[in-house]
């Protein structure tokens, strides 16, 4: 049975068993104070405006029985899935790689790289490994999606302008009908969120749709 949702730039018509939820990035050392992403002088307090949002929407779908996919940006221990263009930007000291606040910088079984407690994963919710910024590229997630039969994301998470925006317009040229939660994403700097959102319902949504939590849960909880 389909359902609309008010999302702009129109409605979106979707079905729950074909609609999964994917949480770009929840991590600990893009989040939390005192790990890397402080470290670098931002303001986390931007991205965790997303975290109680992401409860309500994760809560929901959990109880609706959607597909929920967290994703986690980070590499090998021995770099070998880090191309050298992405190692060799930035100062030696906050490279991947190097010695952070959190352990090793985007290193995979870091205490930084995993998932913050409140979005935490539950057995059986699938959790994807990233090497770049997008979620398909260099994963399985296409082949679950295509599994599970999967047609429409429910997109949040961070960074907007990065990560989930990547991960949105990799879904779009593959097919998949990808939904921007506004308030369930986030950024370190402002205009960046706002603008990024814009992008995606520009031109008639060029790249997809942007709602917010609030008339997902509505329609979930109807």
Not at 9 to 27: G, H, K, N
Not at 148 to 155: K, S
Not at 202 to 219: C, H
Request: with cysteine.
């Amino acid at each position: 049975m389909a359902v609309t949702i008010k999302a702009e730039p129109e409605s979106i018509e979707l079905e729950w068993p074909r609609t999964a939820l994917v949480i770009i990035d929840m991590q600990r050392d893009f989040i939390e104070p005192g790990g890397f992403g402080s470290s670098l002088g931002n303001d986390v307090s931007k991205l965790r405006r997303a975290i109680v949002p992401c409860q309500g929407l994760l809560a929901a779908a959990r109880a609706q029985g959607l597909m929920v996919i967290h994703t986690r940006e980070g590499h090998r221990a021995d770099l070998s899935d880090a191309h050298p263009a992405k190692v060799m930007r930035g100062h030696p000291a906050t490279r991947i790689g190097a010695d952070g606040p959190m352990g090793r910088i985007l290193i995979r079984g870091e205490p930084g790289h995993d998932i913050i407690p409140e979005l935490y994963p539950l057995a059986g919710e699938v959790v994807i490994d990233k090497p770049g910024k997008g979620a398909f590229y260099q994963t399985d997630l296409e082949l679950l999606l295509t599994t599970h039969g999967i047609t429409t994301l429910l997109v949040c998470g961070v960074t907007t302008e990065v990560c989930v925006h990547t991960t949105i317009r990799e879904g779009n040229d593959r097919g998949y009908r990808c939904v921007a939660v506004s308030d369930c994403c986030a950024s370190y700097f402002d205009e960046f969120h706002q603008t990024g959102l814009r992008m995606i319902t520009a031109q008639g949504g060029i790249f997809g749709w942007v709602t917010d939590s609030a008339a997902i849960i509505e329609t979930i909880t109807a």
